[in-house]
């Protein structure tokens, strides 16, 4: 029995040895890692699912041009349940891998915003293709986003319902999360800014996200007489909010944001979807040869178009692979972070170009639902 | 709007009836807070959901599921809680075993089907009555009628057939219904049955209602169906109706009155107000010996 026990440790002494010894030669060739750290389980995973696929895309197309200098890209997934616990706790696994430089990720601005201090601490760059909380930006200079600020979002929200549709009395119920609480506030104020073209808030219901029943506060909104109204929340929250708004009231109109343009929504919402109208910044059906190229090798790939969101994580995957080509290696994280920050990036969500606080400007393209599919939303009005 | 309030909130409280049955028929006999009922709840209308995507037919879809889900409150009683009692093992014991079935439970369902929400048919036709001011809309009637039918059911059952007599027989003392002749282990599995049907029915009333049904869906309506169960009094059926309608109401009227965000929260704050006052609940017997 010694024996064998001597035997075992000393196989295990070796191995470990030759483990240490192998390393560092096998360094020049290591691959280079990339993280996303999004919902890979639970209620949004739809989103997550979609990043990983998107950066895994991105990566598989620089693998083939024999990736960055002769080293091949590997992706590696991290599921934070889009909760800000649980992404605290992917930043710091994350940061504990010296090979990761970037993460692609998080998905909700509240779990961004509770991992961001972690990546800034260990100057690894994170680039958010959702967050749009107006804090997250700030929060240090390795911190990106591929997304436009809430502000110009709600503005191109607030556009749609008061001059797109023509309504005044506008009704908001949104999550109560950080984004969610936020978000609604800033559509406030923007209404009231616009106070001259007669637009009103009548009312204002937060809900429970995922409670699934929400007539409690359709009801209140319908009595205070909304006509329009906003729904600050991602597809699970526009699906059922129409459908059991429109049981009361046929003829109300929704509006969302960009995190609702998804299949998902469809699937979810089926007829009681037709109408809902919501600002993306890219949009599957655009002309752009570029895009055109991307959903179809998406589809080809995955089986479903893929979303805004995915688009933008796309887009931030290239982003990075492209400072790190320009730079030769990822290894030192304050000029990683000054390329990725000067660079200018032409993709499928049009240009992007990070400004002092890493955040990007983009136009919107205003999407409606129609006969089960996204259009265009003036093409939606005309028929 | 008040009436309509409380319109929303009967509909919604029928169903936590239905649930919280299942938590009052259970702890009646085995004296077990049978926390793997959520997930039973769940597994119903996902089974269900699941059924009528092989185009079999939707009532053929919700018959076999409610049997299914029925079958699956029989499994895990034989399962996890028979080896329990043979044992005599501690109540405790038990009580958290349950709380392992039902993860058990709302993980594979999540394996097999994913976990994000889906769609789930209507059951009845859209339109809506109007009375005076209130608008009853199809699905609330039918859903207000088909729960209403079922505890008149349930409590038929307990009270006039024979093997009612038995779970009755059981719940006052078991040993002695063991010595008087009676089955007592296929009235457990029979108690089982019943609830997870019950709550098979109220999955799918609710999954209709919301429109979705998911894995996860059975967590806070569990706790809520349990906290009815517990305010009317655990162990009695027209206790599990009576708690059901409070909690469903209150909530509805805190939507209302304090803001949806208060909505989740109402069914305890009411729970540990009245069972300050009433530690039995509103219609539970005195002298539960052990929880």
């Excluded at chain 1, 440790?9 to 240490?20: D, K, P």
Aim: charged residues 20%; aromatic residues 8%.
């Amino acid at each position: 029995m010694k024996k064998v026990r001597f035997l075992l440790s000393m196989i295990l002494i070796i191995a470990v040895a030759f483990g240490i010894v192998n390393s560092p030669a096998a360094a020049d060739e290591a691959p280079i890692k990339i993280a996303v750290a999004a919902p890979l389980t639970g209620d949004n995973s739809e989103y997550g699912i979609g990043f990983y696929n998107a950066v895994t895309m991105m990566a598989e197309s620089w693998n083939e041009k024999g990736g960055i200098q002769g080293r091949s890209i590997v992706v590696e997934q991290f599921d934070d349940k889009n909760s800000p616990e649980e992404g605290v706790s992917v930043a710091n696994k994350i940061a504990s891998d010296k090979d990761i430089r970037c993460v692609i990720g998080h998905f909700a601005s509240g779990v961004c915003m509770a991992a961001a201090p972690t990546y800034q601490d260990y100057k690894i760059i994170e680039i958010s293709p959702s967050a749009s909380h107006p804090d997250y930006s700030g929060i240090g200079d390795f911190i990106f986003r591929n997304n436009t600020v809430i502000m110009h979002e709600a503005k191109a929200s607030l556009d749609i319902a008061v001059n797109d549709l023509g309504k005044k009395n506008i009704g908001i119920i949104s999550i109560k999360t950080d984004w969610g609480v936020s978000t609604a506030g800033i559509v406030k104020n923007l209404v009231e800014e616009m106070a001259d073209s007669g637009a009103t808030v009548v009312a204002h219901e937060e809900v429970i996200e995922g409670s699934d029943d929400y007539r409690p506060a359709i009801t209140k909104l319908h009595d205070a007489g909304a006509d329009v109204v906003i729904c600050v929340g991602m597809y699970n929250l526009v699906a059922p909010v129409s459908r059991q708004y429109k049981e009361i009231n046929p003829d109300i109109q929704i509006v969302g944001f960009s995190n609702s343009y998804s299949e998902e929504l469809i699937k979810l919402g089926g007829e009681s979807v037709e109408g809902v109208a919501f600002p993306v910044i890219f949009f599957s059906k655009s002309d752009d040869p570029k895009v055109q190229e991307f959903v179809a090798n998406f589809k080809e790939k995955f089986g479903s178009e893929p979303s805004a969101l995915t688009a933008q994580a796309y887009d931030s995957a290239g982003i990075y692979f492209t400072a790190v080509e320009k730079l030769g290696d990822e290894k030192d994280s304050d000029a990683l972070r000054d390329e990725i920050a000067n660079l200018t990036y032409d993709g499928v969500t049009g240009t992007t170009k990070f400004d002092e606080n890493g955040d990007v400007q983009k136009s919107f393209t205003k999407v409606t639902i129609k006969n089960g599919e996204f259009v265009l939303l003036e093409d939606g009005a005309s028929k | 709007m008040l009436l309509q309030q409380i319109m929303n909130g009967v509909t919604i409280g029928m169903t936590y009836a239905l649930i919280a049955v299942g938590y009052s028929l259970v702890f009646g006999i085995l004296r077990l807070v049978n926390f793997s009922h959520g997930s039973v709840y769940a597994f119903g209308a996902n089974s269900i959901l699941f059924l009528i995507s092989l185009n079999i037919g939707i009532i053929p879809a919700i018959l076999i599921g409610i049997l299914l889900t029925g079958i699956l409150g029989v499994l895990i009683d034989k399962t996890a809680l028979e080896p329990l009692r043979k044992k005599s093992a501690e109540g405790i014991t038990s009580l958290i075993t349950t709380i392992g079935v039902s993860s058990v439970i709302t993980n594979l369902l999540i394996a097999r089907l994913g976990s994000q929400k889906k769609a789930f048919p209507a059951l009845f036709p859209t339109g809506e009555i109007i009375v005076g001011s209130i608008k009853f809309t199809y699905t609330q009637i039918g859903m207000l009628v088909i729960s209403l039918a079922l505890l008149i059911c349930l409590l038929l059952i307990v009270e006039r057939t024979k093997i009612g007599l038995a779970m009755r027989a059981s719940e006052q003392n078991i040993t002695a219904a063991k010595l008087m002749g009676i089955n007592v282990n296929f009235v457990i599995s029979f108690t089982f049955f019943l609830g997870g049907m019950s709550a098979a029915i109220a999955g799918t009333l609710v999954s209709s209602y919301y429109n979705m049904a998911y894995p996860n869906m059975g967590y806070t309506a569990g706790l809520k169906a349990f906290a009815a169960a517990v305010l009317g009094g655990i162990g009695s059926l027209p206790g599990s109706l009576l708690g059901g309608l409070v909690v469903g109401i209150s909530e509805s009227f805190a939507a209302t009155v304090l803001g949806s965000e208060f909505r989740d929260s109402m069914a305890f704050i009411i729970l540990i107000c009245v069972l300050i006052i009433r530690p039995n609940g509103f219609l539970g017997k005195k002298s539960i010996k052990k929880v």
